[in-house]
């Protein structure tokens, strides 16, 4: 059973960089064909994608977030993380590591999700 | 690439069955057999519950089912369950590279 969990700050002051590591276990984050993701949620909104990485480190940012936003991976240590600069109020979400299977096109398995809000 | 299109709200009594549409474009819902549904409780990380349009993954009741017409995904949940209210979102394959887009979710209740 593949589980993912996210670490990192809690509170991020405006201005500043986000910064998130997910922690892969039960399975090897070099093997099949996976892209390790990263998606946020808003409080009280909806999902939006932030991009993902395949383990030999070809990535997709959206690009609404993709002049700000850095994904990358460590296969020794079975991580991938999440930089996302210039942080504003708006940027406050849960933020969710995942597994997404490239050709079916679905996340099969989610971190739990961790709260950063942006705030002085 | 705009979010896919979903109600805010649909409800129904325990034992009914309630349907939530997700509507794209030919880009996406209508250009591809990809859309899946997730689904969500509070303060919880989504669960899928189909992909490929109508596929189940192991362990989701049949209680849920998928279907697509055109440019418009649809979710139908049969024998509501106080255990399926919750948040429903879609997702559509669009193209270029895996990038796939969400819809923006319908919060199901059961009365």
């Known amino acids: 059973q593949v589980q993912l969990q996210e670490s990192g700050p809690g509170l991020v002051k405006p201005s500043q ?19 390790w993701s990263w998606i946020r949620q808003p409080p ?64 099969d398995y989610w971190g739990q999700g961790t709260l950063v809000t942006v705030s002085s | 690439q705009s979010a896919l299109t979903q109600p805010p709200s649909a409800s129904g009594s325990p034992g009914q069955s309630v349907t939530i549409s997700c509507t794209g474009t030919s880009s996406d819902v209508g250009g591809y057999n990809y859309v899946s549904w997730y689904q969500q409780h509070p303060g919880k990380a989504p669960k899928l519950m189909i992909y490929e349009v109508s596929k189940r993954p192991s362990g989701v009741p ?14 139908t949940v049969s ?23 969400f819809g923006t979710g319908t919060k199901v209740t059961v009365l």
Not at chain 1, 17 to 35: N, Q
Not at chain 1, 84 to 95: E, G, R
Not at chain 2, 88 to 98: I, K, L, T, V
Request: with cysteine.
């Open chain 2, 62 to 75: 049949d209680r849920f089912s998928g279907s697509q017409s055109g440019n418009t995904a649809s979710l």
């Open chain 2, 79 to 101: 024998g509501l369950q106080a255990e399926d209210e919750a948040d429903y979102y879609c997702s559509s394959y669009a193209g270029n590279n895996y990038f796939s887009v």
């Open chain 1, 44 to 107: 009280g909104k909806g999902l939006e994608w932030i991009g993902y990485i395949s383990y030999r480190g070809s990535t997709y940012y959206n690009p609404s977030l993709k002049s700000r936003v850095t994904i990358s991976v460590d296969p020794s240590e079975n991580q991938f993380s999440l930089k996302l600069s210039s942080v504003t109020a708006a940027d406050t979400a849960v933020y969710f590591c995942a597994r997404y299977v490239g050709p079916l096109v679905i996340i």
């Open chain 1, 17 to 35: 960089t986000l910064s998130l590591t997910c922690t892969v276990s039960g399975g090897s984050i070099s093997s099949g064909d996976y892209y």
